[in-house]
């Protein structure tokens, strides 16, 4: 049953803000988790991105300190008394963006702190007062040591994905950060999954919270088709090329697993002459920020990110999301088509499996709890990469290609990417040469504006060798038969 917001008797103040953002009724996280925090309970909610969470916690912290809400321009009528902890600087400009809508006609000031940008205008506007705080750990720990702000009247907390937060190795800093914080407060946390850890850090930080789940963390919409193809990874690329042509795709995700993947492929297909823009842990911030825009706006057709730098990125109406590479993380598939088929709207996820990809899937198939098809899918002719394998010599019928693939996997790092604070892994191997020196290069979108893809206004291809649409449906397991044993994760 539909719940709108007019049930809640929130302040007027916030349901203006709320009627303004066109939205009537409620989803099913903010109908569950709403009432229950205006009670002041503690809360451990999974819900997916896109479910609506970010208004499911802003909202009734809002109501609730409406008591509070003052006029003054004193910053000691201003202290902090709300503080939302996520894992990535995109996710918490998004979620303090969100806050400063819902709460643009109450006095109630907000704020966001993360890492990447210079600590002095973030230290004025600390300085102001501010009810909310949206932060990053490690920025806020800086402004904390800086003593640039004070948490002992926070009577609300929101640990934003919280798995993530423990992935990239936020532990210490977040029990750090909470020992600073009155005992007596309402916490709030949210994952996409309720792990041992996390059930850990919710024992030892939450008080007789009120479990909310509102959709499996496994769960991917209904309204995402969904295609694994299988793809050579030398043919990747040309594949991405073709299906965005065939379908006339506008925009789209293409996530890959590491760092430098993800820069590699940007430049590959900028130089190809498609309007792309990366997002990884290893451009600034304001290159981050900046390609987010590009792409928000429509300025950038492809979007090429990591896991660590999309993860719960709230952009709507992408007609697609690709799985450049199969993700580590089983869960991260769920992430990443979540960026389609948003709100209702039809999507399309596509993710090209190798031959290595094996255990990968088998992770996929336990998680989604269901058999995945992979299909074929046949490049036309004319797209294959020059000097690379005739059609029926795979890569890994190469005498030499497994060991390519091991050195290309060991120059990225076999790991996914961790933030700055991430606590560092096994010593990398110093990396193999690239073959092409442009890849030693940050990569640097032109971020120029095109008004059609370059996909479309490419000259028509000749038609393909057979029918560029799927080709055969076969059972994974029967698929993966033919493909050598899978190199281990770890290289
Ligand atoms: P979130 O899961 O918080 O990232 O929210 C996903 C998207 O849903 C955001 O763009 C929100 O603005 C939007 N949204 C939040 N609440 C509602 C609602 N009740 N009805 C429709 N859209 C909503």
């Keep these: 049953m539909t719940q709108s917001f007019s049930q809640l008797s ?74 939302v ?55 806020l720990l800086d402004h904390i040591e800086a003593k640039n702000c004070v948490l002992n009247q926070v009577e609300y907390v929101v640990l934003d994905e919280a798995d993530r937060m423990l992935d990239i190795g936020f532990l210490p800093d977040l029990q750090r950060i909470l020992s600073f914080l009155p005992r007596q407060r309402t916490t709030l946390l949210f994952s996409a999954t309720f792990s041992p850890e996390i059930k850990r850090l919710a024992n030892s930080y939450l008080q007789d919270p009120v479990t909310i789940e509102v959709a499996r963390s496994n769960a991917t919409a209904s309204t995402v088709e969904q295609h694994f193809y299988r793809v050579d990874d030398d043919d990747k690329r040309p594949v991405l090329k073709q299906i965005l042509k ?21 430049r590959s297909l900028e130089r190809e002459g498609l309007n792309t823009t990366a997002l990884h842990g290893d451009k600034s911030q304001d290159e981050r920020l900046k390609a987010l825009e590009a792409f928000k706006s429509g300025a950038v057709d492809l979007l090429v990110c990591t896991d660590v730098a999309a993860r719960g990125l709230d952009i709507k109406d992408v007609p697609a999301v690709f799985n450049f ?24 996820a596509v993710s090209f499996v190798s031959g290595r990809d094996a255990r990968l899937m088998g992770d996929l198939e336990k998680l989604l709890g269901k058999k995945l098809e992979l299909e ?28 390519e693939e091991r050195d290309i996997r060991e120059s990225r790092g076999s790991r996914p990417e961790r933030e700055s604070r991430a606590p ?34 490419a000259q028509k291809q000749p038609t393909s060798r057979v029918s560029p649409n799927i080709k055969t449906r076969k059972k994974l397991p029967a698929l993966f038969k033919s493909a050598p044993t899978p190199e281990p994760e770890n290289g």
């Design 10 to 83: 929130l302040s007027p103040l916030l349901e203006r803000a709320v009627a303004e953002m066109g939205y009537e009724n409620m989803t099913p996280i903010q109908a569950q988790a709403i009432p229950v925090v205006l009670q002041g309970r503690d809360v451990m909610g999974a819900a997916q991105t896109g479910t609506g969470k970010t208004a499911a916690f802003t909202l009734p912290l809002l109501q609730r300190m409406m008591k509070h809400d003052n006029a003054s321009t004193s910053p000691a009528r201003h202290p902090v008394r709300a503080l």
């Design 325 to 348: 590479d199969i993700p580590f993380n089983a869960e991260d598939y769920v992430h990443r088509i979540g960026r389609t088929g948003r709100a209702g709207a039809s999507g399309l």
């Design 376 to 403: 074929a899918l046949e490049l036309e002719a004319d797209k294959r990469p020059a000097g690379r394998f005739n059609d029926g010599q795979r890569a890994w019928q190469q005498p030499d290609a497994g060991r």
């Design 246 to 266: 065939e379908r006339g795709l506008k925009q789209a995700f293409v996530f890959v697993n590491s760092k430098l993947g993800c820069a590699r492929l940007a």
């Design 85 to 139: 902890l996520l894992p990535t600087r995109e996710l918490a400009d998004q979620v303090a963006e969100q806050v400063r809508l819902y709460a643009k006609y109450t006095n109630l000031r907000s704020t966001v702190v993360f890492g990447g940008m210079d600590m002095k205008p973030q230290t004025a506007e600390l300085k102001k007062g501010v009810e909310v705080l949206v932060a990053t750990p490690g920025r």
């Design 424 to 457: 560092v892994g096994r010593p990398a191997r110093a990396p193999r040469a690239p073959a092409d020196p442009l890849f030693d290069k940050p990569y640097e979108s032109s971020l120029a504006a095109e008004v059609t893809p370059a996909w479309e206004s």
